[in-house]
């Protein structure tokens, strides 16, 4: 089993800029993809970035530019930075884990963005 504890939520003003963390610990499979999602409300979720332990990093295209996903590895953390952010960045970030072992969901952590 895998646990993912994240943190670095909160209320910022448009503009502002925040940085979740993400830490894995557990059975963790040395080769692994981690990334972020995000659910605003009335929304489906949706993919906000990846990287995977190779140190691969992918971007949904309306996030590249303002948010920056980096890793890790030796503290099996994963970060992403946000910049410029915008009331419709609003959301649950949720860090995921996907790996041959199975596929693993942090808690969520809240992200408030105010005009």
């Known amino acids: 089993q895998v646990q993912l504890m994240e943190s670095g939520g909160g209320l910022v003003q448009a503009g502002g800029s925040l940085r979740l963390s993400c830490t894995a610990s557990g059975s963790i499979s040395s080769v692994n993809t981690m990334g972020w999602l995000r659910q605003a409300p009335g929304k489906q979720r949706e993919l906000v970035a990846t990287a995977t332990s190779g140190g691969t990093t992918s971007y949904v295209d309306s996030m590249k530019g303002r948010f920056t996903i980096s890793r890790d590895s030796a503290k099996n953390t994963v970060y992403l930075q946000m910049n410029s952010l915008k009331p419709e960045d609003t959301a649950v970030y949720y860090c995921?884990?996907?790996?041959?072992?199975?596929?693993?969901w942090g808690q969520g952590t809240q992200v408030t963005v105010s005009s």
């Open positions: 995921k884990m996907w790996s041959g072992r199975g596929d693993y």
